[in-house]
């Protein structure tokens, strides 16, 4: 059924992607909010459209939700002003550049699949002037943004170190064996800009984390959250390191190729030395007059002194940006306003880097120097090369 355009002058918004992560996490608090209407859905698996467009029409007490497995029906609607991607991280670059120039603004899942990828859709979102939300809660979680604050402000004298721990990848090896593709699926559309390869229901939906032709793996799927707080804290947010190495091994005898065990260091050019290792998800700020940090997801601040715990943070001192209401509110606030949210498209595609120069590293099994303005490495072509990957015709990215 066509979508209509919410009363009130709400922003229309369109479900890309309505999975486990867009039906479970995104859609509910577009659902509840007063400045959103959601009039359309899309996923290329029949069952997850029918389970999204029921929980749409029985909030609005009505029929009206339009569904496609083509998000470019989607983006052809004129009554949508906005879309919330929730795809597989292959797709994330390529709907989002579309998705502007159809003249929409953005939320989307993290990260991108490449570093230059993130490059052109930075392009894309500031020619054509629109919002873009890089979706992830943590600068919205108090435990994340005081942490960033103390640090920013000095409470711990100079930065020196960030330990930064991810989680480890489940261990398991998926099952490799070709099998039909269901008929809820349209596995053409869902592979769309990756190589082909034969179905097998291990290698689609949640399961795309622990494959590198459709994610960056754990590093990816993780660091892109506590890197964040990371980069943040030490004011290189719209930077980046300068030199990175790392080892690691990959999970093999089966049908999942990501990283499964990672030891990553990265050098600032501020001196700051930050470090990546997995176990339970934790960050901790080393400077010269004490540390701060957690352990575990919001796990609660902990600090070497009472006073660095207890610190207030004067008026004239440095206040970063957050929305308390979290992502999507403020995703909203902003397209009316037309300011950056607090996980802007610039920042979103430096914290990608970060994932992907770590992955890159331990392919190559060296270390590398990198240059944060140009985003090239450092006389070593090889790595250059590993900036981008190809896809697959006809998804190729659209010129900018």
Not at 1 to 23: A, L, Q
Not at 157 to 186: F, N, S, Y
Not at 309 to 329: C, F, K, M, P, V
Not at 370 to 395: C, H, L, S
Request: aromatic residues 10%; charged residues 25%; hydrophobic residues 30%.
């Amino acid at each position: 059924m066509g979508g209509k355009t919410s009363p009130n002058n709400r922003t229309t918004v369109g479900f890309i992607g309505t999975g486990d992560h867009g039906v479970g996490w995104n859609l509910g608090p577009y659902l509840r909010h007063k400045d959103a209407q959601v009039i359309a859905a899309c996923d290329v698996d029949s069952n997850h459209l029918f389970r999204a467009s029921e929980t749409i029409n029985d909030h609005y007490k009505n029929e009206d939700c339009f569904t496609t497995k083509d998000f470019r029906e989607v983006l052809a609607r004129k009554d949508i002003d906005a879309v919330m991607i929730s795809t597989p991280d292959h797709w994330h670059t390529l709907i989002s550049i579309m998705a502007v120039q159809a003249g929409k603004d953005v939320q989307c899942e993290k990260p991108t699949l490449t570093i230059d990828e993130g490059k052109q859709l930075i392009k894309a979102v500031r020619k054509h002037k629109k919002v873009f939300q890089t979706s992830t809660e943590d600068r919205s979680i108090p435990v994340y943004h005081r942490m960033a604050e103390l640090v920013r402000n000095g409470r711990l004298g100079k930065l020196q170190r960030i330990e930064v721990i991810l989680p480890h990848r489940p261990d398991k090896q998926g099952d490799p064996t070709p099998m039909p593709v269901p008929p809820e699926l349209d596995y053409e559309m869902w592979l769309g800009p990756a190589p082909f390869a034969p179905y097998t229901r291990d290698r689609v939906h949640y399961n795309f984390r622990w494959l590198q032709d459709y994610s960056g793996g754990v590093i990816a799927d993780w660091g892109a959250h506590l890197f964040d707080t990371a980069q943040w804290a030490n004011n290189t947010e719209r930077s980046g390191p300068v030199e990175v190495e790392g080892t690691g091994t990959y999970w093999t005898g089966g049908l999942y190729d990501a990283i499964k065990d990672y030891d990553v260091t990265f050098h600032y050019a501020n001196g700051v030395v930050m470090t990546c290792k997995p176990g339970t998800p934790s960050i901790k700020f080393i400077g010269s007059q004490g540390w701060l940090g957690n352990s575990g997801w919001r796990g609660e601040v902990q600090a070497s002194s009472p006073e660095i715990l207890n610190s207030t943070i004067g008026e004239r001192e440095i206040h970063l940006y957050t929305n308390a209401e979290g992502e999507h509110d403020d995703f909203l606030k902003c397209v009316r306003s037309r300011k950056d949210p607090y996980f802007p498209v610039d920042i979103g595609h430096r914290v990608s880097t970060v994932c992907h120069l770590a992955t890159i590293a331990i392919k190559l099994g060296r270390k590398l120097k990198w240059d944060p303005k140009r985003e090239r490495f450092v006389g070593d072509e090889e790595a250059n090369k590993m900036r981008d990957r190809p896809r697959r015709d006809p998804w190729q990215l659209p010129k900018i």
